[in-house]
């Protein structure tokens, strides 16, 4: 079975600020060890994390190799104040504050640097990407910090020309990569980049009544086209479904995120080649050095 190659051990799922309510002044450790059974009883033994601001994804690494699981997290994600992001970490207003919360995940023992560069999918406004992104300058000054600091990059971002500003600055992972269009697929397919498209995430809405079914559909389409032309042209793509995510759970997530691959793409042993390259790159980079 592939790996998990975005996940959110704190989230469930269902209600995020109910999950994220239940560790605020304590860990809970059963809720974890939940999590981490969900994996183990469908023999998924890698996870990437894309980390909280609470520590609960250090814990989950802790533990985890009680479930026979290679478990990697930053710790917490990073993001600009003013940005999106202070869902899963802490914020910056300079360089110099950026470059010491890498020292600080890295005080932590974080496993690699996960960076926020854009806002998210607003599926009530046909998938129009919430705030501002980040400029090409910070993302690459950011991206160049954490690799002197002897980390791999995995960043969140949504939209064409932000994903060509962090496919340039050498990202080792893009995380959603919505909106992405032909040229910079074959820009992505051109670097050593992995595309970890959580398709699930957009997927599983459809018939939940949250938001309008031909919206989502129109979304799936669109992404799944793009992962289509990631396979033809060979781009380094990897599984992950940012389990805990809303209708994404964890254990189940994964496997939805691979169904829907054989159905974009087909069910043969190349498909299963061709992503097992993504992860094995992922988990090859994604310690720090």
Same mark, same amino acid.
């Given at each position: 079975?592939?790996?998990?190659?975005?996940?959110?051990?704190?989230?469930?799922?269902?209600?995020?600020?109910?999950?994220?309510?239940?560790?605020?002044?304590?860990?809970?450790?059963?809720?974890?060890?939940?999590?981490?059974?969900?994996?183990?009883?469908?023999?998924?033994?890698?996870?990437?994390?894309?980390?909280?601001?609470?520590?609960?994804?250090?814990?989950?690494?802790?533990?985890? #190799?009680?479930?026979?699981?290679?478990?990697?997290? #930053?710790?917490?994600?990073?993001?600009?104040?003013?940005?999106?992001?202070?869902?899963?970490?802490?914020?910056?207003?300079?360089?110099?504050?950026?470059?010491?919360?890498?020292?600080?995940?890295?005080?932590?023992?974080?496993?690699?640097?996960?960076?926020?560069?854009?806002?998210?999918?607003?599926?009530?406004?046909?998938?129009?990407?919430t705030g501002e992104?980040?400029?090409?300058?910070?993302?690459?000054?950011?991206?160049?910090?954490?690799?002197e600091e002897g980390?791999?990059?995995?960043?969140?971002?949504?939209?064409?020309?932000?994903?060509?500003?962090?496919?340039?600055?050498?990202?080792?992972?893009?995380?959603?990569?919505?909106?992405?269009?032909?040229?910079?697929?074959?820009?992505?397919?051109?670097?050593?980049?992995?595309?970890? #498209?959580?398709?699930?995430?957009?997927?599983?809405?459809?018939?939940?009544?949250?938001?309008?079914?031909?919206?989502?559909?129109?979304?799936?389409?669109?992404?799944?086209?793009?992962?289509?032309?990631?396979?033809?042209?060979?781009?380094?793509?990897?599984?992950?479904?940012?389990?805990?995510?809303?209708?994404?759970?964890?254990?189940?997530?994964?496997?939805?995120?691979?169904?829907?691959?054989?159905?974009?793409?087909?069910?043969?042993?190349?498909?299963?080649?061709?992503?097992?390259?993504?992860?094995?790159?992922?988990?090859?980079?994604?310690?720090?050095?």
């Open positions: 079975m592939f790996g998990e190659c975005h996940a959110h051990i704190i989230m469930d799922g269902k209600n995020y600020r109910r999950a994220v309510e239940l560790h605020k002044k304590e860990i809970q450790l059963p809720v974890i060890r939940e999590h981490l059974e969900a994996y183990s009883r469908r023999n998924i033994t890698f996870i990437r994390d894309g980390g909280d601001a609470f520590g609960v994804s250090l814990k989950a690494r802790e533990i985890a #190799p009680e479930y026979g699981i290679d478990y990697r997290t #930053p710790g917490f994600a990073i993001h600009k104040n003013g940005h999106y992001g202070g869902i899963v970490g802490h914020g910056f207003s300079t360089i110099k504050e950026y470059h010491n919360l890498v020292n600080e995940a890295a005080s932590k023992g974080a496993d690699f640097i996960k960076i926020m560069t854009t806002g998210i999918l607003d599926f009530a406004d046909n998938g129009r990407i992104a980040l400029s090409h300058e910070e993302v690459k000054e950011m991206i160049h910090i954490a690799h980390f791999a990059v995995m960043c969140h971002t949504n939209g064409n020309a932000a994903i060509r500003d962090v496919i340039s600055c050498k990202a080792d992972s893009i995380e959603h990569g919505n909106h992405m269009d032909e040229d910079t697929v074959e820009l992505l397919a051109e670097s050593k980049t992995v595309w970890v #498209p959580t398709i699930s995430t957009i997927h599983n809405l459809l018939g939940s009544g949250r938001f309008e079914d031909a919206a989502i559909q129109m979304l799936e389409d669109k992404a799944s086209q793009r992962i289509q032309e990631a396979y033809k042209r060979g781009a380094l793509v990897a599984l992950g479904s940012d389990a805990g995510a809303y209708c994404v759970f964890h254990g189940q997530g994964i496997l939805d995120e691979y169904t829907l691959f054989k159905r974009i793409l087909g069910n043969s042993p190349k498909i299963d080649r061709w992503l097992s390259r993504g992860e094995s790159e992922i988990r090859k980079r994604f310690r720090r050095q």
